[in-house]
């Protein structure tokens, strides 16, 4: 099974447990090099060059699923909205969509950085854009869900017994994220308490909602 992995700070705890999951050393290294953006992913997994992978919610209208996901139940810090000249954020189809949906308009940033300037710009106007889909809808915001081209079955033995509240990060690989990201190792433990994984029933709903007003808008 090659499994994509989307290589932001908000997968850190799943990646860890994954990993801890996957006895092949030749998996665990797939894993590794099959690693970039979400847009880029979805484009890998579209062409069946991966088996699985957390795809952006508006690229999985027709894919298959599990209830497992990127979840935000509020704000979320790291999907962004600097109010003033249109642009997008070319990593992220889901959040320039999003934008869209909810009549925003400005500079999309998404992931790591987002994260980073969120900490370093206190006095900077900004829009989270999961806490305004939030406030619109009264229900959590979906970012991406794990699609599967086949082995379902296997996705789900790895995936199964996964509790976020379970995984402890490493100092070491906490160290690595900061540095590489800019963002301090507290600032890290903080935004991923704001991640969710699981897709109950509130945020199945929440995911058909912003499927069919981007259909409306006319957004893929």
């Given at each position: 099974?090659?499994?994509?992995?989307?290589?932001?700070?908000?997968?850190?705890?799943f990646h860890i447990f994954i990993k801890k999951n996957i006895k092949s050393t030749q998996q665990k290294s797939i894993i590794e090099y099959k690693k970039s953006?979400?847009?880029?992913?979805?484009?890998?997994?579209?062409?069946?060059?991966?088996?699985?992978?957390?795809?952006s919610s508006i690229?999985?209208?027709?894919?298959?699923?599990?209830?497992f996901g990127i979840v935000a139940q509020?704000?979320?810090?790291?999907?962004?909205?600097?109010?003033?000249?249109?642009?997008?954020?070319?990593?992220?189809?889901?959040?320039?969509?999003?934008?869209?949906?909810?009549?925003?308009?400005g500079k999309v940033i998404i992931g790591d950085k987002a994260l980073k300037f969120y900490h370093e710009n206190p006095?900077?106007?900004?829009?989270?854009?999961?806490?305004?889909?939030?406030?619109?809808?009264?229900?959590?915001?979906?970012f991406?869900?794990?699609?599967f081209n086949s082995n379902k079955k296997a996705l789900e033995k790895v995936t199964k017994n996964f509790n976020k509240q379970h995984i402890k990060i490493p100092q070491y690989i906490l160290e690595q994220y900061s540095k590489r990201s800019g963002v301090s190792k507290n600032n890290i433990l903080l935004y991923l308490k704001k991640i969710d994984y699981n897709l109950g029933?509130?945020?199945?709903?929440?995911?058909?909602?912003?499927?069919?007003?981007?259909?409306?808008k006319g957004l893929k």
């Amino acid at each position: 099974m090659i499994f994509a992995k989307i290589d932001f700070i908000n997968l850190l705890p799943f990646h860890i447990f994954i990993k801890k999951n996957i006895k092949s050393t030749q998996q665990k290294s797939i894993i590794e090099y099959k690693k970039s953006y979400p847009s880029f992913i979805n484009n890998k997994f579209k062409k069946r060059k991966v088996d699985s992978a957390f795809i952006s919610s508006i690229a999985s209208r027709n894919d298959k699923y599990l209830d497992f996901g990127i979840v935000a139940q509020d704000e979320v810090l790291s999907v962004l909205l600097i109010p003033g000249i249109q642009e997008s954020d070319f990593q992220s189809q889901t959040s320039n969509a999003l934008a869209k949906v909810l009549d925003l308009e400005g500079k999309v940033i998404i992931g790591d950085k987002a994260l980073k300037f969120y900490h370093e710009n206190p006095d900077v106007i900004k829009i989270d854009l999961a806490k305004e889909w939030k406030n619109k809808y009264n229900l959590p915001f979906v970012f991406a869900v794990l699609c599967f081209n086949s082995n379902k079955k296997a996705l789900e033995k790895v995936t199964k017994n996964f509790n976020k509240q379970h995984i402890k990060i490493p100092q070491y690989i906490l160290e690595q994220y900061s540095k590489r990201s800019g963002v301090s190792k507290n600032n890290i433990l903080l935004y991923l308490k704001k991640i969710d994984y699981n897709l109950g029933l509130k945020e199945k709903r929440s995911l058909k909602q912003f499927l069919n007003l981007t259909k409306e808008k006319g957004l893929k």
